[in-house]
């Protein structure tokens, strides 16, 4: 008996030794230094903290300003910022801006010789379509059941239905710049089973889209960009980004709508807002002051890091012989230069009285680009800087304050003169006054009614909105930009060459067309 | 009577006090069978029991054990086993058991260890290779893998100049891309992690480990080996042995001392070459050229000392094996401010306890590591800095490139790289601890039945501090408010082991000599982190660097917490049927909390037969050699270091206070949805072994070859998402696929067999080649995924994954050739190939050319010994390794010097290709970087005996004698990335020391 049970024991001993390890099975650990799905919602300033994810997506890179733990991959941080790479697929392949740097994928896009695997349009891409998949969730996330489900309060429930409809309004905005630079684009909204391929839509159906959700937005936000909504969704910003939809509306549907062009230009115009005495006040570090701004994306020297948007735009146009603190920085990066083209619209060149050509800088350069990667060839252009109206520097040198104007009352003038031209309504008056009112401003002589014409428009558009993003979209929708006008490295020579139409829309990223084989590449890529 | 002895037993454990047990001797002398020399430090076991002993410097050895009838056998590292059978032991009677040895390779003798034990080497089944201390790599060696470099075929030892620098080993090649490509290291039975912290505050994850507390380094390469360690075993195990207790007591001093000096630096113009390059190409920067003449890379270099000291306790008190080992080291690198020291303690102390039923082994280390680490920047800045510029302006300060109009600092040129050796700061300290205690008790009721039970820590304080004071160039280029900074960061982390196992050893006498070996165990281990980081910018003063936190303009502080489980049932079996057919087969159940519930839990087998064809009566007479053993073995692996612990789980990432978005006049703090793939799992390796190994000339020669295929599937990788689908634009997926395919040879050998005083050389000859290629990226229409960053532009990439090619191949644009030149002007259409023919250069004509990783491994040691002399030697080469030369693409080209801010120095390449603008993807930077060195050369002479010291030995060591290639950068093995750009530079070491003991 006494053997028998010693034995047990020491059985029973042996049995224990292998089993104490494997009792402790639990083998769920969740995150403890990450907010997980499951608890994110307890706590309701979630709600804007989310809301605000949506509008940094334009401003900086990813969760730790001005890098670190970035939102898309598979390209530098700073390179994969909103505004920088919708900035130089609008500039870089045109007659106004050049980049003197070698990085890979780059100098296509001065010479417009991209592949469909340039990491540029492949970033903007990814940029445009995550601000979609986030606008998306936040959509999913707070939908009127999964508020009731939470037991949300009823003051609640009404502020974040607005914070829905500026959802809705910045991804129609990237929706907007993904058919103004690739076309045909798979629509992807809230209801879309995600675990399913996106369906290609053509490239009339996303501008229906866009129209939709930017008139259903509408509704739901305030009628101005100011005071608690500045940098935020209103009322004028979907009058703006309607107009340029309409405006261009031939080019992307096929139909003109030239007179709804005039009308939501009209209604951005009533909306409020004035033109700014002071030119440079509007690309300058307190330029959110400035009450000709209807909507624009911040940046602050403290709080919104980043090495693309203004940080980018500002210091790469610094360069030879400029003097980097007249600019509010620490130091230039020597990369974006003036095409002779853009210094010559302005009647006396470089020289010019015109005040619009004040920023143009020629010390120690040529205006001819002999050479794109030699710095001191090509005029600079120092139109954007961190620099205060009192001329103070901004809170940073590294990182400017100034915001990026994306709409401003100039362009809805221009907007509605050239819809006014291509038979949008409106009155010749109105349209005369509008121009010349840039035009005075500006130092410039006022022109008279025979001499508003649509190459005029096109012309003065390169005047004034000189760098500001705008004019691949508008040399397409004058038919400038491919098959015909020529400047300077167009198609990879000095004196330029036209191209070949395809080149009017980017190409689908290779990278997209691999994990969406449903899709058709745009022509000719 | 069985009964009688568990009643004893038993009691015994109740009791818990020693009973008066009745034994007998076994002693005896093992002597080699050629000339009948006394052979010391043999292991004697007595199979069936823990009883066993170690010979002592003549050869004789004595053990007690139980009245009882055993068979005994005697081990050598060197030898071949000898067995004597039927030993009868009466009670207070000494019987004696005599050995002969024959010399041996030791591919084919003695004991290996295994996963969860040990195997006589005749028995292994799978491809296992072990190196003992006499093998290992001589002169100053900080960490530990750097033991075996060069000595196992197809183990890939990554170079590292910097001393201790950091840990890159490849076993078979690598099986991963996102995924860790390290082997799985354990120590004493114990796995141990070599990332996390260690990298972060040290240079190298196993640096607290003293290499001179190591008695033998085993890898295993084929599954049958690496099975039994589940979803960490895809890379390979190395296994390290720490040395234990010796026969008799004893105390051993060595001490060493040793200067190094550099031997190879990036090749810059001189003085005068740079000011014939300015004068013609920028003229206009003549003005700013400078007069000095400035070797700036000497000026960072030094001379570097170093001294180690090791003191051993070691003996043996009844049963009991004690060793203390006690380490001090002290080793600056040839670049100024570089320097490692270690104080290491490590206790193995093992005893029978029980009536000998219970062996207790425990194993405590501890050591404390203290890195300086030379400024990052350093080796770039002196690289980059004209050497027409002096070091000191004339009023004694630090010479910096300045406008010359302003006077003001350029921010874009380079800073005296003096000054920020003079100024910053970079330390980082290790306290790390490791320990296990460890009881096996060997059953009474059923002979050969024994369980293992282990619990193991292993404890890790690891800081890194750094100070940038306010007024270095660096600090004044910018916001001057944010000048002077400071950072901590303070990571601590505790992993513990449990675990369990029983071992049931039967003969089958039935079977012919056959025998049964089964292995069943559990574990549990638990990983805990906590990483805390601090850093501050804008310091009010500098007095305090990296000391103090004094009033600043901005700080970010980071708090993380990590945790990390796994759990593992594991068995094995081993099967020998009249001594000749070997049958192992293992299997792993793993579960890790890495990823989702679905995805948890990977069953990983592995079987293996062994045949050894010498055995067979029938051949036995007619091979022409012997020991010949055939092997085939098929197995599964995971790789479950996929470098994240919560990848599997949805979560939100708070921002920043520098990523706001502003809301009206708020700035609002972010929070992100992270994109994750529920799905994620291991990275799954299958791989088949084909080896075979065999003696000649009566085993004076041992010869191994394998041949392998291994295969990962489920590989990770970030692949692009569909537009709109996922909240990022790239996944972390198991979708692609990766194959290693090679074959390898190891010779060990007698090649002169002089006796005991003549002259005798023991050579050792291994050589591998490896071919990897990934086999797909798992979706069709996913040609390629660029990787490989440089310095030269930004976001800039060298390197690609592409299926049909080894991983990461380099991706260039092919240089054109006019007239056998290289063609060097024009535009990109006239230097470049137009792959595709649309008479455009762009990214559509990269092209695959090469890979970093050495197709062939070719290693050489040679020990030679006569009389009182010894001299040993290690020679390596790697074949078809390309390394892009990345100092030589960043500044080989003459645009550097018109470069708005200050010009800078050129690479020496320019004078080749004189290049007016950079080509950073040409594939004239991708070299070829073969090569062949001397590792290390050592001579030594030992007295025979010097009062009361025993045999005191004087050796001196050169390492990196010497390295042939035709590679034009630092080092032909300058980083396991294949891309050169500012390595460390490399060295030659002269080391010194003395053996004394007591």
């Given at each position: 008996m006494?053997?028998?049970?010693?034995?047990?024991?020491?059985?029973?001993?042996?049995?224990?030794?292998?089993?104490?390890?494997?009792?402790?099975n639990?083998?769920?650990?969740?995150?403890q230094?990450?907010?997980?799905?499951?608890?994110?919602?307890?706590?309701?300033?979630?709600?804007?903290?989310?809301?605000?994810?949506?509008?940094?997506?334009?401003?900086?890179?990813?969760?730790?300003?001005?890098d670190?733990?970035?939102?898309?991959?598979?390209?530098?941080?700073?390179?994969?910022?909103?505004?920088?790479?919708?900035?130089?697929?609008q500039?870089?392949?045109?007659?106004?801006?050049?980049?003197?740097?070698?990085?890979?994928?780059?100098?296509e896009?001065?010479?417009q010789?991209?592949?469909?695997?340039?990491?540029?349009?492949t970033a903007?891409?990814?940029?445009?379509?995550y601000q979609?998949?986030?606008?998306?969730?936040?959509?999913?996330?707070?939908?009127?059941?999964?508020?009731?489900?939470?037991?949300?309060?009823?003051?609640?429930?009404?502020?974040?239905?607005?914070?829905?409809?500026?959802?809705?309004?910045?991804?129609?905005?990237?929706?907007?710049?993904?058919?103004?630079?690739?076309?045909n684009?798979?629509?992807?909204?809230?209801?879309?089973?995600?675990?399913?391929?996106?369906?290609?839509?053509?490239?009339?159906?996303?501008?229906?889209?866009?129209?939709?959700?930017?008139?259903?937005?509408?509704?739901?936000?305030?009628?101005?960009?100011?005071?608690?909504?500045y940098?935020?969704?209103?009322?004028?910003?979907?009058?703006m980004?309607?107009?340029?939809?309409?405006?261009?509306?031939?080019?992307?549907?096929?139909?003109?709508?030239?007179?709804?062009?005039?009308?939501?230009?009209?209604?951005?115009?009533?909306?409020?807002?004035?033109?700014?005495?002071?030119i440079?006040?509007?690309?300058?570090?307190?330029?959110?002051?400035?009450?000709?701004?209807?909507?624009?994306?911040?940046?602050?020297?403290?709080?919104?890091?980043t090495?693309?948007?203004?940080?980018?735009?500002?210091?790469?146009?610094?360069?030879?012989?400029?003097?980097?603190?007249?600019?509010?920085?620490?130091?230039?990066?020597?990369?974006?230069?003036l095409?002779?083209?853009?210094?010559?619209?302005y009647?006396?060149?470089?020289?010019?009285?015109?005040?619009?050509?004040?920023?143009?800088?020629?010390?120690?350069?040529?205006e001819?680009?002999?050479?794109?990667?030699?710095?001191?060839?090509?005029y600079?252009?120092a139109k954007?800087?961190?620099?205060?109206?009192?001329?103070?520097?901004?809170?940073?040198?590294?990182?400017?304050?100034?915001?990026?104007?994306?709409?401003?009352?100039?362009?809805?003038?221009?907007?509605?003169?050239?819809?006014?031209?291509?038979?949008?309504?409106?009155?010749?008056?109105t349209?005369?006054?509008?121009?010349?009112?840039?035009?005075?401003?500006?130092?410039?002589?006022?022109?008279?009614?025979?001499?508003?014409?649509?190459?005029f428009?096109?012309?003065?558009?390169?005047?004034?909105?000189?760098?500001?993003?705008?004019?691949?979209?508008?040399?397409?929708?004058?038919?400038?930009?491919?098959?015909?006008?020529?400047?300077?490295?167009?198609?990879?020579?000095?004196?330029?060459?036209?191209?070949?139409a395809n080149?009017?829309?980017?190409?689908?990223?290779?990278?997209?067309?691999?994990?969406n084989?449903?899709?058709?590449?745009?022509?000719?890529? | 009577?069985?009964?009688?002895?568990i009643?004893?037993?038993v009691?015994?454990?109740?009791?818990s006090?020693?009973?008066?047990?009745?034994?007998?001797?076994i002693?005896?002398?093992?002597?080699?069978?050629?000339?009948a020399?006394?052979?010391?430090?043999?292991?004697?076991?007595?199979?069936?029991?823990?009883?066993?002993?170690?010979?002592?410097e003549?050869?004789?050895?004595?053990l007690?054990?139980?009245?009882?009838?055993?068979?005994?056998?005697?081990?050598?590292?060197?030898?071949?086993a000898?067995t004597?059978?039927?030993?009868?032991?009466?009670?207070?009677a000494?019987?004696?058991?005599?050995?002969?040895?024959?010399?041996?390779?030791?591919?084919?003798?003695?004991?290996?260890?295994?996963?969860?034990?040990?195997?006589?080497?005749?028995?292994?089944t799978?491809?296992?290779?072990?190196v003992?201390?006499?093998?290992?790599n001589?002169?100053?060696?900080?960490?530990?893998e750097?033991?075996?470099?060069?000595?196992?075929?197809?183990?890939?030892?990554?170079?590292?100049n910097?001393?201790?620098?950091g840990?890159?080993v490849?076993?078979?090649?690598?099986?991963?891309?996102?995924?860790?490509?390290?082997?799985?290291?354990v120590?004493?039975?114990?796995?141990?992690?070599?990332?996390?912290?260690?990298?972060?505050?040290g240079?190298?994850?196993?640096?607290?480990?003293?290499?001179?507390?190591?008695?033998?380094?085993?890898?295993?390469?084929?599954?049958?080996?690496?099975?039994?360690?589940?979803?960490?075993?895809?890379?390979?195990?190395?296994?390290?042995?720490?040395?234990?207790?010796?026969?008799?007591?004893?105390?051993?001093?060595?001490?060493?001392?040793s200067?190094?000096r550099?031997?190879?630096?990036?090749?810059?113009?001189?003085?005068?070459?740079?000011?014939?390059?300015?004068?013609?190409?920028?003229?206009?920067?003549?003005?700013?050229?400078?007069?000095?003449?400035?070797?700036?890379?000497?000026?960072?270099?030094?001379?570097?000392?170093?001294q180690?000291?090791?003191?051993?306790?070691?003996?043996?008190?009844?049963?009991?094996?004690y060793?203390?080992?006690?380490?001090?080291?002290?080793q600056?690198g040839?670049?100024?401010?570089?320097?490692?020291?270690?104080?290491s303690?490590?206790?193995?102390?093992s005893?029978?306890?029980?009536?000998?039923?219970?062996?207790?082994?425990?194993?405590?280390?501890?050591?404390?590591?203290?890195d300086?680490?030379t400024?990052?920047?350093?080796?770039?800045?002196?690289?980059?800095?004209?050497?027409?510029?002096?070091?000191?302006?004339?009023?004694?300060e630090?010479y910096?490139?300045?406008?010359?109009?302003?006077?003001?600092?350029?921010?874009?040129?380079p800073?005296?790289?003096?000054?920020d050796?003079?100024y910053?700061?970079?330390?980082?300290?290790?306290?790390?601890?490791?320990?296990?205690?460890?009881?096996?008790?060997?059953?009474?009721w059923?002979?050969?039945?024994?369980?293992?039970?282990?619990?193991?820590?292993?404890?890790?304080?690891?800081?890194?501090?750094?100070f940038?004071?306010?007024?270095?160039?660096?600090?004044?280029k910018g916001?001057?408010?944010?000048?002077?900074?400071?950072?901590?960061?303070?990571?601590?982390?505790?992993?513990?082991?449990?675990?369990a196992?029983?071992?049931?050893?039967?003969?089958?006498?039935?079977?012919?000599?056959?025998s049964?070996?089964?292995?069943?165990?559990?574990?549990?281990?638990?990983?805990?982190?906590s990483?805390?980081?601090?850093?501050?910018?804008g310091?009010?003063?500098?007095?305090?660097?990296?000391?103090?936190?004094?009033?600043?303009k901005?700080?970010?502080?980071?708090?993380?917490v990590?945790?990390?489980?796994?759990?593992s049932q594991?068995?094995?079996?081993?099967?020998s049927?009249?001594?000749?057919?070997?049958?192992?087969?293992?299997?792993?159940?793993?579960?890790?909390?890495?990823?989702?519930?679905?995805?948890?839990?990977?069953?990983?087998?592995?079987?293996?037969?062994?045949?050894?064809?010498?055995?067979?009566?029938?051949?036995?007479?007619?091979?022409?050699?012997?020991?010949l053993?055939?092997?085939?073995?098929?197995?599964?692996?995971?790789?479950?270091?996929?470098?994240?612990?919560y990848?599997?789980?949805?979560?939100y990432?708070?921002?920043?206070?520098q990523?706001?978005?502003?809301?009206?006049?708020d700035?609002?703090t972010?929070?992100?949805?992270?994109?994750?793939?529920?799905?994620?799992?291991?990275?799954?390796?299958t791989?088949?072994?084909?080896?075979?190994?065999?003696?000649?000339?009566?085993?004076?020669?041992?010869?191994?070859?394998?041949?392998?295929?291994?295969?990962?599937?489920?590989?990770?990788f970030?692949?692009?998402?569909?537009?709109?689908?996922?909240?990022?634009?790239?996944?972390?997926?198991?979708?692609?696929?990766?194959?290693?395919?090679?074959f390898?040879?190891?010779?060990?050998?007698?090649?002169?067999?002089?006796?005991?005083?003549?002259?005798?050389?023991l050579?050792?000859?291994?050589?591998?080649?490896?071919?990897?290629?990934?086999?797909?990226?798992?979706?069709?229409?996913?040609?390629s995924?660029?990787?490989?960053?440089?310095?030269?532009?930004?976001?800039?990439?060298?390197?690609?994954?592409?299926?049909?090619?080894?991983?990461?191949?380099?991706?260039?644009?092919?240089?054109?050739?006019?007239?056998?030149?290289?063609?060097?002007?024009g535009?990109?259409?006239?230097?470049?190939?137009?792959?595709n023919?649309?008479?455009?250069?762009?990214?559509?004509?990269?092209?695959?050319?090469?890979?970093?990783?050495?197709?062939?491994?070719?290693?050489?040691?040679?020990?030679?010994?006569?009389?009182?002399?010894?001299a040993?030697?290690?020679?390596?080469?790697?074949?078809?390794?390309?390394v892009?030369?990345?100092?030589?693409?960043?500044l080989?080209?003459?645009?550097v010097?018109?470069?708005?801010?200050?010009?800078?120095?050129?690479?020496?390449?320019?004078?080749?290709?004189?290049?007016?603008?950079?080509?950073?993807?040409?594939?004239?930077?991708?070299?070829?970087?073969?090569?062949?060195?001397?590792?290390?050369?050592?001579?030594?002479?030992?007295?025979?005996?010097?009062g009361?010291?025993?045999?005191?030995?004087?050796?001196?060591?050169?390492?990196?004698v010497?390295?042939?290639?035709?590679?034009?950068?630092?080092?032909?093995?300058a980083?396991?990335?294949?891309?050169?750009?500012n390595?460390?530079?490399?060295?030659?070491?002269?080391?010194?020391?003395?053996?004394?003991g007591?």
């Open positions: 006494r053997i028998m049970s010693t034995r047990w024991l020491a059985m029973g001993g042996a049995a224990l030794l292998l089993a104490v390890p494997a009792c402790n639990d083998l769920t650990v969740a995150p230094s990450n907010i997980t799905s499951g608890n994110i919602f307890s706590d309701t300033t979630s709600y804007r903290a989310f809301l605000a994810k949506l509008y940094a997506g334009l401003a900086v890179t990813g969760q730790s300003g001005p670190g733990k970035p939102d898309i991959s598979g390209i530098d941080e700073g390179f994969s910022q909103y505004v920088r790479g919708y900035w130089q697929l500039e870089l392949p045109t007659d106004e801006a050049i980049i003197g740097w070698g990085d890979t994928g780059l100098p896009l001065n010479t010789t991209w592949s469909a695997a340039n990491p540029f349009t903007m891409y990814a940029r445009i379509f979609v998949a986030l606008a998306n969730e936040f959509l999913r996330q707070t939908s009127d059941a999964q508020l009731s489900a939470r037991g949300t309060a009823a003051a609640l429930v009404t502020e974040v239905q607005g914070y829905r409809a500026e959802a809705r309004f910045l991804r129609a905005l990237s929706y907007y710049h993904a058919l103004d630079l690739f076309g684009v798979p629509i992807v909204d809230e209801n879309f089973d995600i675990s399913k391929l996106p369906v290609q839509a053509a490239r009339s159906d996303v501008f229906a889209f866009v129209e939709k959700e930017l008139k259903e937005a509408r509704a739901g936000l305030p009628a101005r960009s100011t005071g608690s909504y940098g935020r969704a209103s009322q004028q910003a979907v009058d980004t309607l107009a340029h939809l309409y405006l261009n509306a031939k080019v992307w549907t096929g139909t003109d709508r030239s007179a709804d062009a005039l009308a939501a230009a009209s209604s951005a115009i009533a909306g409020g807002g004035s033109l700014d005495t002071s440079p006040h509007l690309f300058q570090a307190d330029n959110n002051t400035s009450p000709e701004i209807l909507f624009s994306i911040p940046f602050d020297g403290n709080h919104t890091r090495w693309g948007g203004m940080t980018y735009l500002i210091h790469a146009s610094v360069g030879d012989n400029m003097d980097a603190a007249a600019s509010g920085i620490d130091g230039g990066w020597y990369g974006l230069r095409r002779p083209s853009a210094v010559e619209r009647a006396g060149g470089a020289s010019s009285t015109d005040l619009r050509a004040q920023f143009i800088r020629t010390a120690g350069r040529t001819d680009i002999a050479n794109v990667g030699s710095s001191n060839n090509g600079a252009l954007f800087r961190n620099v205060t109206a009192d001329g103070k520097p901004g809170s940073n040198l590294t990182f400017p304050d100034t915001d990026y104007p994306m709409y401003r009352l100039a362009d809805a003038y221009l907007i509605y003169a050239e819809a006014f031209l291509r038979g949008g309504g409106g009155s010749q008056g349209a005369l006054g509008y121009v010349n009112a840039l035009r005075t401003r500006a130092n410039a002589t006022p022109i008279g009614a025979a001499e508003l014409t649509l190459p428009i096109l012309d003065e558009r390169g005047r004034e909105l000189l760098w500001e993003g705008m004019r691949r979209q508008d040399l397409i929708r004058f038919g400038q930009f491919s098959t015909a006008g020529i400047w300077q490295w167009k198609g990879g020579t000095h004196d330029g060459e036209v191209t070949s080149h009017d829309l980017y190409p689908i990223p290779a990278n997209e067309l691999s994990a084989p449903t899709l058709k590449q745009n022509p000719g890529y | 009577m069985l009964r009688t002895v009643h004893g037993a009691a015994t454990m109740l009791a006090a020693p009973l008066l047990a009745q034994t007998g001797t002693a005896g002398r093992v002597l080699t069978a050629d000339d020399q006394p052979i010391p430090g043999a292991q004697i076991l007595v199979l069936g029991t823990n009883a066993g002993a170690v010979t002592r003549d050869g004789r050895y004595s007690t054990v139980r009245p009882g009838r055993y068979t005994v056998r005697a081990l050598r590292i060197g030898f071949g000898d004597v059978r039927n030993v009868v032991v009466t009670a207070g000494t019987t004696t058991a005599d050995f002969r040895l024959r010399p041996a390779a030791t591919a084919l003798s003695g004991i290996v260890v295994v996963g969860y034990g040990t195997q006589e080497a005749k028995d292994v799978g491809s296992v290779a072990t003992g201390t006499e093998e290992f001589t002169g100053r060696v900080v960490s530990p750097a033991l075996i470099r060069g000595k196992v075929a197809g183990v890939q030892v990554a170079d590292n910097e001393p201790g620098g840990i890159a490849r076993v078979r090649g690598g099986t991963s891309v996102n995924a860790s490509n390290e082997p799985l290291y120590i004493d039975g114990v796995p141990i992690d070599v990332g996390g912290g260690s990298t972060v505050s240079r190298n994850g196993l640096n607290f480990l003293n290499p001179n507390d190591i008695e033998t380094v085993t890898v295993l390469k084929d599954a049958s080996a690496t099975a039994i360690y589940g979803n960490r075993g895809a890379n390979g195990v190395v296994i390290i042995t720490t040395k234990s207790g010796a026969s008799q007591p004893q105390v051993m001093y060595t001490g060493t001392v200067g190094s550099v031997v190879g630096g990036p090749e810059m113009l001189t003085a005068d070459q740079y000011r014939a390059a300015v004068t013609q190409y920028a003229a206009t920067n003549v003005p700013s050229l400078g007069s000095a003449n400035t070797d700036w890379l000497a000026a960072i270099e030094q001379n570097a000392g170093g180690e000291h090791n003191l051993d306790f070691a003996g043996k008190r009844d049963a009991a094996l060793r203390l080992g006690l380490g001090y080291l002290d600056e040839v670049l100024i401010g570089t320097r490692t020291r270690r104080a303690a490590s206790l193995n102390y005893d029978l306890l029980l009536n000998d039923r219970l062996a207790l082994r425990t194993h405590l280390r501890g050591s404390r590591s203290v300086d680490f400024p990052n920047a350093v080796l770039g800045e002196a690289v980059a800095f004209a050497p027409t510029q002096p070091i000191y302006t004339s009023t004694g630090y910096q490139y300045r406008d010359p109009t302003t006077g003001n600092l350029i921010g874009l040129a800073n005296n790289p003096l000054e050796l003079k910053l700061q970079d330390r980082g300290t290790i306290l790390r601890s490791i320990g296990s205690v460890e009881g096996e008790y060997r059953l009474p059923l002979q050969g039945l024994s369980v293992t039970a282990r619990g193991s820590f292993d404890s890790n304080r690891a800081d890194r501090n750094s940038t004071p306010s007024t270095v160039a660096s600090q004044l916001d001057p408010t944010l000048a002077g900074s400071l950072s901590r960061a303070n990571h601590s982390e505790l992993h513990t082991v449990a675990d196992f029983a071992t049931y050893r039967h003969d089958l006498p039935m079977l012919d000599r056959g049964v070996d089964l292995t069943v165990g559990v574990s549990a281990e638990n990983f805990n982190g990483y805390n980081g601090y850093s501050a910018r310091l009010s003063t500098n007095l305090l660097g990296y000391n103090g936190v004094p009033t600043f901005e700080a970010s502080p980071g708090v993380s990590q945790e990390h489980r796994l759990r594991f068995a094995r079996g081993n099967l049927l009249k001594d000749r057919y070997l049958f192992t087969a293992t299997v792993r159940r793993d579960g890790s909390s890495r990823f989702g519930p679905d995805n948890q839990w990977g069953v990983f087998p592995s079987a293996a037969f062994a045949w050894r064809m010498s055995e067979e009566p029938m051949l036995k007479d007619l091979l022409p050699v012997s020991d053993k055939l092997r085939v073995s098929w197995g599964k692996n995971g790789n479950e270091s996929i470098g994240c612990n990848c599997a789980y949805g979560s990432e708070v921002g920043g206070p990523a706001q978005a502003q809301l009206g006049s700035f609002v972010t929070i992100r949805p992270i994109a994750f793939d529920a799905n994620l799992h291991w990275e799954t390796t791989s088949t072994d084909v080896g075979i190994d065999f003696g000649l000339l009566r085993n004076r020669f041992s010869v191994s070859i394998d041949g392998y295929t291994k295969t990962t599937d489920d590989l990770l970030a692949v692009p998402t569909a537009a709109g689908t996922a909240l990022s634009n790239s996944v972390l997926t198991n979708i692609g696929s990766v194959r290693n395919r090679g390898e040879f190891m010779l060990d050998g007698k090649l002169i067999d002089g006796g005991r005083r003549g002259f005798t050389w050579a050792n000859f291994n050589a591998s080649h490896n071919s990897n290629e990934l086999l797909t990226l798992g979706r069709p229409g996913l040609t995924i660029a990787t490989g960053g440089i310095a030269g532009g930004v976001g800039t990439n060298i390197q690609v994954l592409q299926p049909g090619q080894p991983v990461n191949s380099f991706f260039v644009y092919r240089h054109r050739e006019a007239n056998g030149k290289v063609v060097v002007t535009p990109d259409t006239a230097m470049y190939v137009d792959v023919g649309d008479k455009i250069i762009n990214t559509s004509d990269l092209r695959p050319f090469h890979s970093p990783a050495p197709k062939w491994i070719i290693g050489h040691t040679s020990n030679f010994s006569w009389r009182n002399f010894d040993s030697t290690t020679l390596r080469a790697y074949l078809g390794n390309y892009y030369n990345n100092v030589a693409s960043n080989g080209n003459y645009s010097l018109t470069s708005p801010y200050a010009p800078v120095n050129l690479s020496a390449s320019v004078l080749q290709y004189g290049f007016t603008r950079p080509q950073y993807l040409s594939d004239l930077y991708v070299e070829d970087a073969s090569f062949l060195r001397m590792d290390n050369l050592t001579v030594g002479y030992t007295f025979d005996r010097l009361q010291v025993r045999n005191p030995r004087v050796f001196g060591t050169i390492q990196n010497f390295t042939k290639t035709s590679y034009s950068g630092v080092d032909p093995t980083n396991i990335n294949g891309i050169d750009n390595v460390y530079p490399r060295s030659r070491t002269f080391v010194g020391g003395v053996t004394i007591f």
